[in-house]
C-alpha cells in the first residue's frame, strides 16, 4: 500500500475512525498492529510470516542474551539473533546478486538467477530487530516482555517498509505510555503529511518524467541535459524519500507516536560529513553506531579508522541494493569521507571558517554528492560510465531541458534557500491556527497544486526497493 | 472564530485560488473549451474559436468559419486546392500556423505571377482513415484538386476497428457523452475547469463504471490484419478518388537513437499504406527520409517538445519543416503537370 494511493486513504480514515472512536490502551496498540499487517500483507500477505519469524526471532534470543549474565554464553546469543536476521536479509536480498556475480566471475553460463521476491522493507525491520539485540547485548535498553509490543515496534506501518529506521530506545518507551493523540498532533501529523505528500507526488513524481528517459539513454543526450538530469534525480530522490519520511512521521504523529528525524536539508552541507549527517540521518546513524563503532570506529589509529570508514560505507551502499553500482556508489563516499577526515574542517567547525571557504564546500559537496548519485541511478556501470562521460563532454546530440524541470530545481533551491534564511513568518508558520489567512492560503496552493500537476497514478516509492 | 466568519474566510481563498489556477492554466496549459459534439465525426471545433495548447509544444491556434486548424478560407480563384485528411499529426496543435508544413508549402510553392497553391489543413486529432469520407464530403463545395491523406502511427488500428456500410469502410458510432453537455457551460468559459476536467475524466468514468477484464489488444502485426487493412483503406481511398485525385504521405514512427541512427517502429505500417495506395492507383509518398536526413543534420529529434517528451509524440516545427521537404518537389511537379 502505498502512501499516495486512494486505497492508503481509505485505509487510514477506517483506523483513524477507530482509533479515534476506542479509547483504551489496550485497543488501540491491537488496532495499530492489526493495521500494521493488513498495511504490509495488502502487497503480499505471505511476507507476513517472514516479518513476523524474523520479530520473533529477535525477541527471543533478545530475551536470551537479557537473561544471561555469562560473557561468552551472552555474546553466542547476540550473534545467533544476528545471524538470523542476517541470513534472511542476506537470502531475500543477497542471494540472487552473489549467485549471479559467481556465475559471471567463473563464467558458468548456466547459472540462472534464483528468482527470489525482495520483500517490501526487509532491509528497515532487519535494522530494527538487530539494534534491539545489540542494544540489549550493550545493556543500553530494557527487555520487552510483551511480544505483541515488540511486533508493533517492528511492523508499525507508518516507518515500516521505508524507514525511518526507529530502534527500539526511541519507540518502545512511547508503547509503554499511553496511546494517546491529541487536536494539536492531529494538525501537526497532517501538516507533515500534506508537505511530504507534495514533495514526493508534485516534485519527486513530476522530476522522473525527465530523469527516466534521461538515465535509460544517456548516449543520447547532450552534455547540457545530462548536467540537468544529473540535478534533477538529486532532486527527485531527495523529495521521494524525504516526502515518504516526513509522511511517515506525520501519520505517527496523528497516533500520538514521534519518529526520529531522517533529513535536515542535505543538499545545504558544506561537507561530505556534514552531508551523511544531514541525509537518511537513521541510517547513517544506525551505521555510525552499530558497524563504524564495532569495528573500532576511530580508536585504532587513522589507517584503521579509514578502513573503517570505508568498510562501513561499502556496506551501506550494498544494503541499498544488491548490485555493484551501489557498492560503487558506498564506496565512493567511503572514500570521500576519509579524505575529507583528513583535510577537511571538521562539521563542528565549519561554522567558524570563512564564507568563501564554506561556500566552496558547499558547491564541491553538492557536485561531488550528484556525480554521484550517477552509478546509484545507472542500470549497470557501462550506462554510469557513459554518464559520466557525456557530462565531461564526450555525449550525444539531442538538447532537452523541460520548463517543468527546471522551474521544479529552482523552487526546490528557493526551499533550502528558505531554510537557510529561516525568514520570521516560514517559522511562525506551523504553529499558526490553520484557520488563519496564511496557514489558509498556503494549504489551499498545495491542494491546488495537486490537483494540477499531480500524476494521477500513485508510484512506488524509490527506497521501497531497498 | 465565528462559522460566518470561517466560511467567508474560506470562500476567499477558494476564489483566490480559483483566478490563480485560471491564470496558470491560460498561461501554461491550455485554452476553455472550444469543442462542440458532432453525430458522425465525435469532437469538432468551433468555428471561429481561438485554441491554445500548451501542455506539448506552445501554440496559439485560429479555428475557422468551417470549423478546420487552418486561416479563413477565401475564394478558390485560380489556385489548385489540396485538401489534407489526417490526424492530429495534419492538425497539428503543437505548432504555430505558420510552422505548420501544409502553410510552408504554401509559402515554398509560391511564385510571383502564378496562381499557388491552397493547402487546406482539415485534421483532426483522433480521427482515422475511416472518418475521412466523411470530413470529404462536407468539403467537397471547396472543389479539392487532389487529397492528401497523411497517414501514421494507429491509423491501422483504425482501419480494423471500422465498420463496413454498404460497401463503404465508416468509423464506429459515436458514443453519447452526457458530462460534456453538464459541463459545458463551465468549460467553455474556464481554462482550469477544462483542464482539470479532461485530467480527472479517465479516472470518474473508471471509478464510476468499473472496466471488466482487459480485452486483448488489436495485433495489428499479422499478415491476415494487413490484408483487411489494405482492403479497407483502398476503398476508402478509391471512394475519396471519385471526386478528386489522392495521395497518400506516410510518417512513419521512428525511433531516434545514438549517432543519428533511426529505426522504424511499425515497419508493418508502411507496407500497408504503400500496397493500399498502390490498389486505389494513389500516389504513396513517404515522410520517413526526410524525417531522418532531418535527425542526422540537426542532431535533433523531429518529433516532441522541450516541455512534454523529446523524440516522441506529434511532429515539431522541424519535423513540419521536413515532411514539407518530402512533398514539395511531388507537389512542384503536380503544380506544373508533370508526372
Redesign the interface.
Same mark, same amino acid.
Given at each position: 500500500m502505498i502512501f499516495s494511493s486512494l486505497a492508503f486513504f481509505v485505509f487510514i480514515a477506517v483506523v483513524g475512525g477507530l482509533f479515534a472512536a476506542f479509547k483504551g490502551d489496550r485497543f488501540r496498540r491491537a488496532l495499530l498492529l492489526g493495521a500494521s499487517f493488513v498495511f504490509y500483507g495488502w502487497w503480499d500477505w505471505r511476507f507476513l510470516l517472514l516479518i513476523t519469524g524474523s520479530s520473533v526471532w529477535s525477541w527471543w534470543w533478545g530475551d536470551r542474551v537479557s537473561r544471561t549474565a555469562d560473557g561468552p554464553r551472552r555474546k553466542l546469543y547476540l550473534w545467533i539473533g544476528l545471524c538470523g536476521d542476517l541470513g534472511s536479509l542476506a537470502f531475500f536480498k543477497y542471494a540472487d546478486f552473489f549467485v549471479q556475480s559467481f556465475a559471471q566471475a567463473f563464467g558458468i553460463e548456466h547459472l540462472g538467477a534464483l528468482g527470489i521476491t525482495l520483500p517490501v522493507g526487509i532491509s528497515f525491520f532487519t535494522f530494527q530487530t538487530m539494534s534491539y539485540t545489540i542494544d540489549l547485548y550493550r545493556g543500553r535498553i530494557a527487555r520487552c516482555d510483551d511480544l505483541p509490543k515488540f511486533l508493533l515496534f517492528v511492523s508499525f506501518f507508518p516507518q515500516l517498509v521505508a524507514g525511518p529506521i526507529v530502534r527500539a530506545s526511541e519507540f518502545l518507551d512511547q508503547l509503554d505510555r499511553p496511546v494517546r493523540s491529541s487536536a494539536a498532533h492531529v494538525r501537526a501529523g497532517a501538516q507533515l503529511f500534506l508537505l511530504g505528500f507534495v514533495q514526493k507526488t508534485l516534485v519527486a513524481d513530476n522530476l522522473s518524467v525527465f530523469v527516466d528517459p534521461v538515465f535509460a539513454e544517456p548516449a543520447l543526450y547532450d552534455t547540457a541535459t545530462l548536467w540537468l538530469g544529473m540535478f534533477a534525480y538529486g532532486g527527485q530522490i531527495f523529495c521521494d524519500f524525504a516526502g515518504y519520511s516526513l509522511m511517515a512521521i506525520g501519520v505517527a504523529r496523528v497516533f500520538g507516536f514521534h519518529l526520529p528525524e531522517n533529513f535536515h536539508t542535505p543538499y545545504l552541507s558544506r561537507s561530505i560529513t556534514e552531508f551523511w549527517r544531514r541525509w537518511h540521518i537513521t541510517l547513517s546513524s544506525w551505521l555510525r553506531d552499530y558497524l563504524y563503532i564495532a569495528l573500532g570506529g576511530n580508536r585504532q589509529g587513522p589507517v584503521r579508522t579509514d578502513v573503517n570508514l570505508l568498510l562501513t560505507m561499502l556496506l551501506g551502499g550494498l544494503w541499498h541494493g544488491a548490485g555493484w553500482n551501489f557498492v560503487l556508489w558506498g564506496g565512493a563516499h567511503g572514500l570521500a569521507l576519509a579524505v575529507h577526515r583528513h583535510w577537511g574542517v571538521h562539521p563542528n567547525h565549519i561554522a567558524r571558517s570563512s564564507l568563501l571557504r564554506q561556500t566552496a564546500g558547499w558547491a564541491a559537496t553538492l557536485v561531488g554528492v550528484h556525480l554521484l548519485w550517477v552509478p546509484f541511478r545507472a542500470a549497470d556501470f557501462g550506462t554510469t560510465w557513459t554518464f559520466l562521460q557525456g557530462l565531461l563532454g564526450d555525449a550525444g546530440t539531442v538538447r532537452w531541458w523541460p520548463p517543468r524541470t527546471v522551474a521544479l530545481l529552482a523552487a526546490l533551491a528557493g526551499w533550502h534557500a528558505l531554510h537557510l534564511l529561516r525568514p520570521a513568518w516560514v517559522r511562525k508558520l506551523p504553529a499558526q491556527d490553520p484557520l488563519a489567512w496564511g496557514p489558509l492560503t498556503v494549504l489551499a496552493l498545495l491542494v491546488l497544486g495537486l490537483l494540477m500537476f499531480a500524476p494521477l497514478e500513485a508510484s512506488p516509492f524509490i527506497y521501497f526497493q531497498f | 472564530?465565528k462559522a460566518g466568519r470561517?466560511a467567508l474566510?474560506?470562500v476567499a *481563498?477558494?476564489a483566490?485560488?480559483g483566478l490563480? #489556477?485560471e491564470a *496558470?492554466?491560460r498561461q501554461w +496549459?491550455t485554452s476553455p473549451s472550444a469543442q462542440m459534439g458532432d453525430a458522425e465525426l465525435g469532437w469538432t471545433w468551433r468555428p471561429g474559436a481561438t485554441v491554445a495548447n500548451h501542455k506539448e509544444g506552445r501554440a496559439r491556434l485560429h479555428i475557422n468559419a468551417r470549423g478546420l486548424v487552418d486561416d479563413e478560407l477565401t475564394p478558390k480563384g485560380d489556385r489548385r486546392r489540396v485538401i489534407g485528411l489526417g490526424n492530429s499529426f495534419l492538425e497539428a496543435l503543437q505548432v504555430d500556423h505558420a510552422a505548420q508544413y501544409p502553410t510552408l508549402l504554401e509559402a515554398a510553392l509560391a511564385r510571383p505571377g502564378q496562381p499557388g497553391l491552397d493547402y487546406v489543413n482539415a485534421g483532426r486529432s483522433a480521427m482515422g482513415p475511416p472518418h475521412y469520407p466523411l470530413v470529404a464530403a462536407r468539403l467537397l463545395d471547396l472543389q479539392p484538386d487532389l487529397w492528401i491523406v497523411h497517414l501514421g502511427e494507429g491509423d491501422v488500428l483504425h482501419l480494423l476497428g471500422a465498420q463496413i456500410q454498404g460497401g463503404q469502410v465508416r468509423p464506429p458510432p459515436v458514443a453519447a457523452d452526457r458530462w460534456k453537455a453538464r459541463v459545458a457551460p463551465i468549460i467553455d468559459r474556464s481554462a +482550469?475547469a477544462t483542464?482539470?476536467m479532461r485530467?480527472?475524466k479517465p +479516472?470518474i468514468t473508471r471509478w464510476l463504471a468499473p472496466a471488466g477484464p482487459a480485452e486483448p489488444p488489436l495485433d495489428d502485426t499479422t499478415p491476415q490484419a494487413a490484408e483487411v487493412a489494405v482492403q479497407r483503406l483502398t476503398l476508402i481511398l478509391r471512394e475519396l478518388g471519385d471526386t478528386a485525385p489522392v495521395w497518400v504521405v506516410h510518417t512513419p514512427t521512428l525511433r531516434? $537513437? *545514438?549517432? $543519428?541512427a533511426t529505426e522504424d517502429l511499425a515497419p508493418h505500417e508502411g507496407r500497408i499504406y504503400r500496397a493500399a495506395a498502390q490498389a486505389a492507383s494513389a500516389r504513396y509518398v513517404s515522410a520517413g527520409p526526410a524525417l531522418v536526413a532531418s535527425y542526422q543534420r %540537426? #542532431?535533433?529529434?523531429p518529433v516532441g517538445f522541450?516541455?512534454? %517528451? *523529446? #523524440?516522441a509524440g506529434h511532429l515539431n516545427a522541424q519535423g513540419h519543416q521536413a515532411v514539407a521537404e518530402a512533398l514539395q518537389a511531388p507537389l512542384r511537379a503536380w503544380l506544373e503537370g508533370r508526372p
Open positions: - | 472564530m470561517i474566510r474560506l *481563498v477558494a483566490l485560488c490563480l #489556477g *496558470v492554466a +496549459l +482550469l483542464y482539470l485530467r480527472f +479516472l531516434y $537513437g *545514438v549517432a $543519428g %540537426t #542532431g535533433q529529434p522541450q516541455n512534454h %517528451t *523529446v #523524440g
